[in-house]
């Protein structure tokens, strides 16, 4: 079965450039959420969208912005970006109380 | 602050010993899930107990649900070098919409 397809799977930007993540949630799934993972940290939930209206708002800096499209698959903008953004983002689709996470980001910021 | 508070924080035991982990929540849940991740891969969804489930298995593992300690415990029999990982809890809150919010992770290390 289709899992939750991210892309990049890598990214290496510079200080203050613009990053954009993609995210391919499973077919039929209603939500769509990110995270972002420091190194040897915790997810840390970003945002969330339910049927393409965003959901919910985690600690998501004024920076990043995110958005789901009518394909349901989404999108996390990161413009400005700081050398603390680099970390693993993963993103996650949902339907009841399945949750699916794809294999992430990883965005290193130089 | 954080939802889910994990310990130990490490963990470190032999082939065959069994291995124990905690998480405490604060808030009402829908469910609770555990996770594992490798070093710097993805996560990997273990179980899930609901709110009004006390104990599940899945093959060598076992999770306990306290609601009203707020508490769970994931219990991973005849560990196997394998096993080395990071696991974490992570609690669905019993909002209007559903969100996952991890705790802190117990980094487990199963020595041969």
């Known amino acids: 079965a289709a899992g939750v397809i991210q892309s990049p799977r890598h990214l290496i930007k510079e200080k203050r450039e613009t990053a954009t993540l993609k995210c391919y949630p499973i077919p039929r799934h209603d939500t769509v959420y990110w995270y972002q993972q420091g190194p040897g940290q915790d997810p840390q939930f970003l945002i969330s969208?339910?049927?393409?209206?965003?959901?919910d708002k985690g600690s998501i800096p004024d920076r990043f912005s995110a958005q789901q499209f009518s394909d349901y698959h989404s999108e996390l903008n990161m413009s400005s970006l700081e050398l603390g953004d680099s970390a693993l983002y993963f993103c996650?689709?949902?339907?009841?109380?399945?949750?699916?996470f794809g294999s992430g980001t990883r965005l290193t910021v130089v | 602050s954080q939802q889910g508070e994990e310990d130990p924080q490490a963990l470190s035991i032999q082939e065959g010993e069994n291995a124990t982990m905690n998480c405490s929540y604060k808030?009402?849940?829908?469910?609770l899930q555990w996770y594992r991740q490798n070093s710097g891969r993805g996560l990997v969804h273990l179980i899930l107990i609901r709110s009004n489930e006390r104990e599940k298995h899945s093959g060598r593992l076992r999770v306990t649900l306290d609601t009203s300690k707020k508490s769970s415990s994931l219990l991973i029999t005849a560990s196997r070098a394998a096993d080395t990982a990071s696991y974490f809890c992570a609690t669905d809150l019993n909002t209007g919409f559903q969100k996952l919010v991890f705790g802190t992770g117990t980094r487990l290390l199963v020595s041969p």
């Open positions: 969208f339910y049927e393409k209206m965003q959901s």
């Open positions: 996650a689709s949902s339907h009841r109380d399945g949750y699916t």
């Open positions: 808030t009402s849940i829908n469910n």
